[in-house]
């Protein structure tokens, strides 16, 4: 609407309204998924109109909805490998943080998390508050401070979910040394290696070996 005002005063065919990025998915629990069919609706209804005006009946509205595809897609799994209590609340730590999936610690986003431990049905069912925290040595390390979810053991894997959208591109590789994760593709139920975890060593010895001559 507001593009098609200053069309009008300007004097020309709006010919082109790029809506950027925005198709919001859910990141905590209570939050509901984007309703498609409504939105599609809600699209078309407003399509109809701007083909009724001669000032908008060319219009095309570009939306960029990559993380609405593929944000759910993806998951970044890691280990526990502590658990303690800090003030009369449960701590869990994992093999990897915020250097693997800086999203969390950048935007103040928390990710919704599922333990995927071997836990009784009973344990299941039961949730108590726990931070969910990297190993890093940094108060920013944390995926989420108050996740409800039976407490996972040492040992058991946790899975931060929707990070297929922001997850090793935007985040900080080698951080403080720290190996590089392995990435895995699951089509039709089979699992494939697409990227292997890669240390820190093997990359210095990649990129600088084959710049020094031998002696």
Same mark, same amino acid.
Do not use: M, N, Q
């Given at each position: 609407a507001a593009a098609a005002r200053l069309a009008r005063v300007a004097g020309f065919e709006l010919r082109l309204?790029? =809506?950027?990025?925005?198709?919001?998915?859910?990141?905590?629990?209570?939050?509901?998924?984007?309703?498609? =069919?409504?939105?599609?609706?809600?699209?078309?209804?407003?399509? %109809?109109?701007? =083909?009724? %005006?001669?000032?908008?009946?060319?219009?095309r509205v570009l939306l960029e909805p990559g993380r609405f595809?593929?944000?759910?897609?993806?998951?970044?799994?890691?280990?526990?490998?502590?658990?303690?209590?800090?003030?009369?609340?449960?701590?869990?730590?994992?093999?990897?943080?915020?250097?693997?999936?800086l999203r969390p610690a950048l935007v103040g986003q928390e990710h919704r998390v599922r333990g995927l431990g071997r836990r009784s049905a009973a344990a299941a069912s039961k949730g108590w508050p726990v931070t969910i925290a990297g190993p890093l040595c940094s108060g920013l390390d944390v995926f989420t401070a108050a996740a409800v979810m039976p407490v996972p053991e040492v040992g058991d894997l946790v899975a931060v979910l929707d990070a297929g959208a922001y997850g090793y591109t935007e985040s900080m590789p080698f951080f403080l040394s720290h190996p590089v994760p392995a990435e895995v593709a699951i089509r039709d139920g089979r699992a494939a290696l697409i990227r292997p975890r890669l240390e820190p060593a093997e990359w210095l010895e990649r990129q600088l070996l084959p710049r020094w001559p031998a002696r």
């Open positions: 309204v790029d =809506a950027g990025g925005g198709l919001g998915i859910p990141y905590e629990p209570h939050e509901e998924s984007l309703d498609l =069919a409504g939105f599609g609706a809600r699209l078309r209804a407003l399509a %109809d109109g701007w =083909a009724a %005006d001669p000032v908008t009946r060319r219009t595809l593929v944000g759910p897609a993806g998951a970044y799994v890691a280990r526990v490998v502590d658990r303690k209590s800090v003030e009369g609340t449960t701590v869990v730590v994992l093999d990897g943080g915020v250097h693997h999936l």
